[in-house]
């Protein structure tokens, strides 16, 4: 049985800081999960790091938990990226948490979805300047997706239950205490 905590959220909500955050406490129970994706890495991604960037051919030849395409370009978790002796710790977005939830079903996995609620005027500073040349259309377009994507949270089925942690000026800190808070508090 895997374990797995979904952090979701809105482009610039910080789902990643709180992953790396939530990785850099050193705690024993915690592992990273680092997914896949078939795009390029942006100015400040790392591979291995931030994701796994594989070729298509690459990509379609690992035995994922869940996939998506999005702007012909695939993003997945493999199965391998997980520890059965540990609460992993990923980022989602809304299908994906769906998809995880259908294994869920079939006693595969458990899983714990957290939204992470930043207001808008935040996440779009944080995105203007998490580059040294933003494309700012880019960011546009993300942003417009991302309200129709965390609209379907309310309205699309299958609708699924998932804790709120606010992230809005806050110290990494105090919202990485917030997570582990519900993931401690959440009953396996």
């Known amino acids: 049985m895997y374990k797995i905590v979904a952090l979701m959220g809105k482009a610039g909500a910080g789902k990643d800081t709180i ?5 850099g406490l050193n705690d024993p129970r915690f592992h990273g999960i ?6 390029p890495p942006r100015d400040y991604e790392k ?9 298509e051919e690459e990509f379609h030849n690992q035995k994922m938990l869940e996939t998506a395409e999005f702007r012909k370009w695939f993003y997945g ?9 540990k609460i992993n710790i990923g980022v989602f977005n809304p299908t994906g948490i769906r998809s995880l939830l259908k294994l869920e079903k079939k006693d595969k996995i ?13 996440r779009l ?3 203007l300047e998490r580059e040294h040349n933003p494309d700012v259309l880019e960011i546009c377009r993300r942003f417009q997706t991302d309200f129709y994507d965390f609209e379907s949270l309310l309205y699309n089925e ?3 239950n998932f804790w709120i942690v606010y992230n809005n000026n806050y110290a990494v800190s ?3 205490n917030n997570v582990i808070e519900v993931i401690e508090g959440h009953n396996w």
């Open 19 to 23: 992953q790396k955050g939530i990785m």
């Open 110 to 122: 458990k899983v714990l979805p957290i939204l992470i609620e930043t207001d808008d005027k935040e």
């Open 77 to 85: 978790t493999q199965m391998s990226a997980l520890k059965e002796d």
């Open 47 to 55: 591979d291995g790091v931030d994701y796994n960037f594989l070729t």
């Open 174 to 176: 105090k919202v990485v």
């Open 34 to 39: 680092v997914s896949c994706t078939t795009r």
């Open 125 to 127: 500073i944080r995105q």
């Open 158 to 160: 299958p609708k699924f």
